[in-house]
């Protein structure tokens, strides 16, 4: 089979370099020929004698352009770095036909050091050598070549060396490990940081199509800029006025009296195009186009949309849109509006981002009635440029941003999107509402393994491994923002309900179940304190006092007997719903580590809580409960160790590699199903293949009785309900009855079928790959047998899985339980489940040719476990999200 198929994304791809400038990534050809030569004869003799080892004369020059600019191979490929259309660097492999390595060069025109571009080169260098069969770059650097060690070194390389060498061996593995990519993320977090400034943190604003009647987009938001007081320079261009809304005008972005840094663009969709160049020519270094009109609204708004991005990329200038509302940060130092939504946001800490304009004016106004500060809001639009991935970067880092918010309609990358929000969601909690969960929009599998992993399930689980808070809707979004953005994190799930109101605390009571959380029975000694009798929840009845609920609330909060507490008050004509508010303050004011939320019924405004306005005030218990079990649920993922690779044993990727590059596209047979489980550690129960009834008589004298007889067709996934299937046959007549009834059920006088011993265990389990041509390859653990799409209990990870996975997966099962011994049933070995889940996340992330892996049912014991069928599909890789490689979109 083909192991891959085109890669159109190795044709040239955009990329940032470490000042947050942009540059062109693409293979070289003929016509570069001039442009290499020149970038050589510019360069200084030092620079020439460290790439060449010698000074080159003009004879070596002339040889080394045409070995760069010589038609690509296999065994050779070229890649250059331009920017504004001048190569500024240039890096190439070359390898013998059946060489595993291959020696690398880099050259980066000597007046563009500095900025990141060998280290650009060489990582989508060693990305296309991958995908032609490399395994290593090799090269030789001279010791006084700092730069080139320096990227080699970021990149995670060996060095081979010693004091009396005149050269430094270098070798840099073509597939990125751990360190290289996390040094990767580093290096690409700052350089969106640096690429993001002009458009987050513009010193000067140029609002283009500001028109001077009011209502049109253009001028509606320039007047947003201007009353909301940005803090830098503010102009309007408009060839028909000297001003606009009180603000300057100039008639083209080229007249303005000094560089701008961003330019929001107002103007039709088929201006909008001349608008950017004008924009890129006069130094403008990012651009907002809230146009309407391009990718949304089909083909010849898709071209147009490309048009914009190839010539903001050609300016080195970042773009937001288009089709979007534009963006707000509320920093003192910036006040920046430049949106035509309504009322800006109070400041706060929250950042957000929206893919939809609507929905994001509808977060800000609900953010803004409930009292929750923003600090930063974008609107995504069409994600032509800039999208989610750019700002999780973004925030990463931001000091005014405490947590994120999300409504996303779909992913760019979500493979990097994963990286990036687990690193951030370590540091700050990532919120997401992700629309589209559909049954129309899940992809259909003919294994139970793809049948279940539906793109909805790839988001749930790379919500779950990045530390996501996925919340269903708006309000709940909203919601559990309030609760995480400015409190500390609960230490555990066990809560008090402390209130005025008995009913209410009960309901609070019960939704605490489904969220997760524990309402535990207050120990005697708390009783005692409390007043004998005291119970949680605790009910302070209507006559309760501003005291009353303060020396309850304190002795709660000294008990250290619960994580959080839960204060409700129903607000009447008869009692102090202020005072008692103010009370609950001065406690948590003075207990700062004690996570609370409050529920206040009654005609009350809850958006406010006195004396406490860090303390969210909710409407509704279960409101409350819901955003308080988020609140938990994200602190225990973040007190949980991310984990490392697993370190496993008996893995063989090279005759892998081989098996499947040999075995042809689609479903495969059983050999060749066993031999790849094997490469990775993964043994199969015995068995034997027979296409006659004889032969399968034979099998089973062999094997050993008693047997199991079922069709070899490795497509057909439900056997069972076919007739496909025959247990605990005895003797040798019961295998000859099985095999002709397998050919009667099937239609077919000669069945394929495998002959195997039965297997016996307390717990049949599910396990298996299955690959998603965005998100990547997802490794699957349920429980097995007939009943397994009736129970559908199962779990599912995205690769790389870390050591800790596999515990987490069989532990997160609904039936957990039946694995650990259940009513005086033998517990199965957890370690090799965890071992089977491990083996098959490295076969995943190895072999993305996996189009489907179904192991089921895998028979699991006190002694382990074995797989008893085992299905397998392979097909070809097309252009995917590269993981580890960065590129704008």
């Known amino acids: 089979m083909t192991i891959y198929a085109d890669r159109p994304t190795l044709a040239g791809v955009d990329a940032l370099l470490a000042d947050g400038r942009i540059v062109r990534i693409r293979p070289a050809d003929e016509a570069d020929a001039t442009a290499l030569a020149t970038m050589f004869g ?10 060449f080892f010698a000074v080159p004369g003009p004879a070596v020059i002339t040889a080394e352009v045409a070995r760069l600019t010589r038609p690509a191979s296999a065994e050779h490929g070229v890649l250059v770095a331009a920017e504004a259309g001048r190569v500024v660097g240039v890096a190439s492999y070359e390898r013998g036909p059946t060489a595993a390595a291959a020696e690398f060069a880099v050259f980066v025109a000597e007046d563009e050091r500095g900025r990141g571009i060998g280290t650009v080169l060489l990582e989508h260098l060693a990305a296309q050598a991958e995908a032609n069969g490399v395994t290593e770059l090799s090269g030789e650097v001279m010791p ?54 002009p458009l987050l943190t513009p010193r000067s604003v140029a ?53 701008v840094d961003l330019a929001i663009i107002a103007v039709p969709a088929a201006a909008v ?113 800039i999208s989610g991935n750019d700002l999780l970067a973004y925030w990463h880092d931001d000091p005014a941003t405490k947590a994120v918010a999300l409504y996303l309609e779909s992913f760019g990358n979500p493979r990097r999107f994963a990286r990036l929000v687990r690193d951030l969601g370590r540091r700050k909690p990532v919120l997401a509402v992700k629309s589209g969960r559909s049954a129309a929009g899940q992809r259909a599998g003919a294994s139970h393994t793809a049948a279940a992993a539906a793109p909805e399930v790839a988001v749930d689980s790379l919500f779950a491994q990045a530390g996501v808070v996925r919340c269903d809707d708006l309000g709940e979004l909203i919601d559990a923002a309030r609760m995480l953005v400015d409190q500390p994190l609960p230490a555990g799930n066990r809560i008090a309900v402390v209130g005025n109101a008995g009913g209410v605390n009960v309901l609070a009571v019960d939704a605490a179940d489904a969220a997760g959380l524990d309402v535990p029975a207050v120990s005697p000694r708390l009783a005692a304190r409390l007043g004998g009798s005291a119970q949680n929840p605790l009910d302070l009845g209507a006559e309760a006092t501003p005291q009353t609920l303060q020396a309850a609330l304190t002795a709660f909060a000294e008990s250290g007997e619960v994580d959080a507490i839960v204060v409700v008050v129903a607000a009447t004509r008869a009692n102090d719903v202020p005072g008692m508010l103010a009370a609950a303050g001065e406690v948590f004011d003075t207990h700062p580590d004690l996570p609370a939320a409050g529920v206040v019924i009654g005609r009350w405004d809850v958006s ?87 032969e399968a008589v034979a099998a089973a004298n062999r094997l050993g009785y008693p047997v199991a007889v079922k069709s070899a067709v490795p497509e057909l996934v439900h056997k069972t309900d076919v007739g496909a299937v025959r247990l605990d046959l005895t003797d040798a007549e019961a295998v000859r009855q099985a095999y002709h009834m397998i050919g009667t059920a099937l239609d077919v ?141």
Not at 749 to 774: N, S
Request: hydrophobic letters at 45%.
């Open 273 to 385: 195009p001349a608008a950017l160049r004008e924009a890129g020519e006069s130094g403008v270094r990012a651009a907002i186009v809230l146009s309407a009109g391009f990718g949304e609204a089909g083909p010849a708004g898709q071209a147009l949309q490309d048009e914009a991005v190839r010539i903001a990329r050609e300016h080195s200038m970042r773009l937001l849109g288009p089709n979007c509302v534009g963006l707000l940060n509320t920093d003192r130092a910036v006040r920046l509006n430049a949106t035509f939504a309504g009322a800006p946001p109070v400041p706060g800490a929250l950042g957000v981002a929206s893919q939809s304009g609507a929905v994001g004016i509808s977060l800000l106004d609900h953010l803004a009635r409930c009292g929750c500060g923003v600090s930063s809001f974008v609107s995504l639009g069409n994600k032509a440029d």
């Open 42 to 51: 510019a360069s200084s003799v030092d620079a020439l004698r460290l790439r």
């Open 608 to 694: 406010h809580v006195g004396a406490c306005p860090e303390r969210p005030a909710y409407d509704l218990p279960e409101r409350a409960i819901r955003a308080l079990g988020h609140a938990a649920r994200y602190a225990a993922w973040r007190r949980e160790p991310l984990g490392g690779p697993p370190i496993l044993d008996r893995i063989d990727p090279v005759t892998a590699q081989a098996v499947v590059a040999t075995a042809a596209d689609g479903w495969q047979p059983a050999d060749v199903t066993a031999e790849l489980l094997r490469c990775y550690g993964i043994t199969q129960i015995d068995h034997a293949v027979a296409v006659t009834a004889d």
């Open 207 to 259: 609002v283009v199509g500001a028109s001077r009647t009011p209502g049109g987009v253009g001028h509606e938001t320039l007047r947003a800029l201007a009353e909301y007081g940005f803090n830098g320079i503010l102009f309007a261009v408009n060839p028909h006025a000297d001003s606009v809304a009180g603000i300057p005008s100039v008639p083209s972005l080229r007249r303005l009296p000094d560089l």
């Open 749 to 889: 006088a000669r069945p394929q079928v495998l002959v195997q011993p039965m297997a016996r265990g307390p717990v049949e389990l599910a396990a298996g790959v299955v690959h998603d041509p965005l998100f990547g390859s997802l490794v699957m653990l349920g429980l097995g047998g007939v009943l397994t799409d009736l129970l559908g209990d199962r779990v599912y990870r995205l690769t790389p899985l870390s050591d800790r996975d596999g515990a987490r997966m069989w532990r997160s099962l609904r039936g957990a339980r039946l694995l650990t011994g259940y009513r005086g049933a033998p517990g199965v070995d957890t370690a090799a489940v965890e071992e089977l889940v491990h083996r098959l996340g490295r076969i995943a992330q190895d072999l993305p040719q996996i189009a489907e892996l179904d192991l089921n049912p895998v028979i699991a014991g006190p002694d382990g476990l074995v797989v008893v069928d085992a299905k397998l599909r392979l097909a070809a890789v097309g252009d995917e999200p590269d993981p580890y490689v960065f590129r704008l979109r």
């Open 144 to 197: 006084a070549n700092f730069s080139m060690l320096r990227v080699a070194r970021d990149m995670a390389a060996h060095a081979r060396t010693d004091a009396l060498a005149e050269v430094v061996d270098v070798g840099l593995p073509a597939r990125a490990q751990a360190a290289a990519v996390s040094a990767a993320d580093l290096r690409n977090r700052t350089a969106e940081r640096l690429s993001l400034r």
